[in-house]
T-cell receptor, first 114, second 111 residues
Framework: DAKTTQPNSMESNEEEPVHLPCNHSTISGTDYIHWYRQLPSQGPEYVIHGLTSNVNNRMASLAIAEDRKSSTLILHRATLRDAAVYYCILRDFAGGTSYGKLTFGQGTILTVHP | AAGVIQSPRHLIKEKRETATLKCYPIPRHDTVYWYQQGPGQDPQFLISFYEKMQSDKGSIPDRFSAQQFSDYHSELNMSSLELGDSALYFC??????????FGQGTRLTVV
């Protein structure tokens, strides 16, 4: 499985933008870039995903580098409810040994200060 | 909107006992994933099913088995339980190539 690298932790102030980076230098052409977040004792929650182009939804934006070796999750205005562990995951549907499973690595613990 | 439903939410078992966890995916979703998350750890992939056939297998112990039934619900069967099996078990469902939605999990405590 292609791996991702994220900072262990980041901090932000409420109502400020947050940029969460992710490196995935070994990404393959069939890997989708997914972001999930998890609050304590809750199931992971889907945030956003993309393949090549930048993506926006009601929760966040995803900026993907032109070479696809890195991406950035952008929370436009952080709230206290955004405090969570954020996981950047490469998801492959190419078949063989991977049918879209999500492999969680070490995510980024986001702390939001009031 | 309907979400992934897991039952039971909490389960306490003794060592060497058997446990069965159930997962009801979102209607019309064709893929189910099972994850185990120990205290302070990241979710670990166990097994997945696509259209009722096993599609991926992760670090699932031989004491565990799973299947997906004709109505698409899935069950994770765990035998000869050990203290180390105490964890949160999550089920997720998705449509092929779409985002996965996770349930609230089953907290298994082995005593």
């Amino acid at each position: 499985d292609a791996k991702t690298t994220q900072p262990n932790s980041m901090e932000s102030n409420e109502e400020e933008p947050v940029h969460l980076p992710c490196n995935h230098s070994t990404i393959s052409g069939t890997d989708y870039i997914h972001w999930y977040r998890q609050l304590p004792s809750q199931g992971p929650e889907y945030v956003i995903h993309g393949l090549t182009s930048n993506v926006n939804n009601r929760m966040a934006s995803l900026a993907i580098a032109e070479d696809r070796k890195s991406s950035t999750l952008i929370l436009h205005r952080a709230t206290l409810r955004d405090a969570a562990v954020y996981y950047c995951i490469l998801r492959d549907f190419a078949g063989g040994t991977s049918y879209g499973k999500l492999t969680f690595g070490q995510g980024t613990i986001l702390t939001v200060h009031p | 909107a309907a979400g992934v439903i897991q039952s039971p939410r909490h389960l306490i078992k003794e060592k060497r006992e058997t446990a069965t966890l159930k997962c009801y995916p979102i209607p019309r979703h064709d893929t189910v994933y099972w994850y185990q998350q120990g205290p302070g750890q990241d979710p670990q992939f166990l097994i997945s099913f696509y259209e009722k056939m096993q599609s991926d297998k992760g670090s699932i112990p031989d004491r565990f088995s799973a299947q997906q039934f004709s109505d698409y619900h899935s069950e994770l069967n765990m035998s000869s339980l050990e203290l180390g099996d105490s964890a949160l078990y999550f089920c997720a469902s998705s449509l092929w190539r779409a985002e996965a939605f996770f349930g609230q999990g089953t907290r298994l405590t082995v005593v």
